[in-house]
C-alpha cells in the first residue's frame, strides 16, 4: 500500500497541473491569439489610413492645378451652347486675319449617341487672299473654344459687276465646322442654358 501512494500522488498532481492547463492556460492563449488578431488589424486598419491621408494631402496639394485644368476644358467645351460668345470668337478671327467677308451660320444643338455632350454643326463662309484665308484657317484651328472641321471648300471669288463676272484674285472658303457644349439638353431653349420646367408646363 506504501509502495502506490508515491504512484497515486503523482497521477492526482498530473490530473491537477492538467486541470490547470485547461481552466487556466488554455483560456488565457486563446485571449492572446485573439489580442494578436486584433493588434494585426488595428494595424493593417492603421496603414489603409495613413494611404488615405496621402492620397488625400496629394489630391490637396495638386488641386489648383486640377482646378485650372477643368477650368480650361470648360473653356473649350462650356456648359451651354452660348452662340453669342461663339460668333464673337469667330469675328474675332475674321478681323484679326483682314478677311473681306465673313459668316456665321450655327445649327441646332444635337446630343450625341453617347448622351454625354451636344455638337452644334455649323457654317461658316469667309472671303479674302490667299494670305488671309490660310490666316483665318490657323486662327480657327486655335480657338480657346473646342472645334473640329468636318468640310472644307476654297473656290475662287469673283465680283459682279453690270450682270458680269470679273474675276479676282480673292477666294472664298466656306467650312462646316462643329462646337460642343456639355449641355446634353441642348436645342431650342438651351441658350444661355437648358429650359426649365415650373409647375405643370414649360
Not at 493588434?39 to 489610413?49: G, H, K, T
Not at 490660310?134 to 475662287?156: H, S
Amino acid at each position: 500500500m506504501n509502495r502506490r501512494a508515491p504512484i497515486i500522488a503523482g497521477v492526482i498532481s498530473a490530473a491537477v497541473a492538467l486541470l490547470a492547463v485547461l481552466l487556466l492556460v488554455l483560456p488565457k492563449m486563446s485571449d492572446v491569439s485573439a489580442a494578436e488578431e486584433e493588434l494585426q488589424s488595428a494595424e493593417d486598419q492603421e496603414v489603409a489610413l495613413v494611404a488615405q491621408l496621402d492620397a488625400l494631402q496629394d489630391a490637396e496639394a495638386a488641386a489648383p492645378k486640377t482646378e485650372q485644368e477643368i477650368g480650361a476644358i470648360e473653356e473649350q467645351v462650356p456648359p451651354t451652347a452660348n452662340l453669342p460668345s461663339l460668333f464673337r470668337l469667330l469675328q474675332g478671327a475674321a478681323d484679326r486675319s483682314a478677311v473681306d467677308f465673313f459668316s456665321f451660320s450655327p445649327g441646332t444643338p444635337a446630343p450625341n449617341a453617347g448622351g454625354t455632350y451636344s455638337g452644334i454643326a455649323s457654317q461658316v463662309t469667309v472671303t479674302g487672299g490667299y494670305f488671309a484665308i490660310d490666316e483665318f484657317l490657323f486662327l480657327l484651328e486655335t480657338l480657346p473654344r473646342a472645334a473640329k472641321v468636318t468640310t472644307l471648300a476654297v473656290t475662287p471669288s469673283g465680283a459682279a459687276t453690270g450682270g458680269t463676272t470679273i474675276s479676282t484674285s480673292n477666294l472664298q472658303l466656306q467650312v462646316t465646322v462643329e462646337f460642343y457644349t456639355t449641355d446634353v439638353s441642348a436645342g431650342p431653349g438651351s441658350i444661355p442654358g437648358p429650359s426649365e420646367t415650373t409647375g405643370t408646363g414649360a
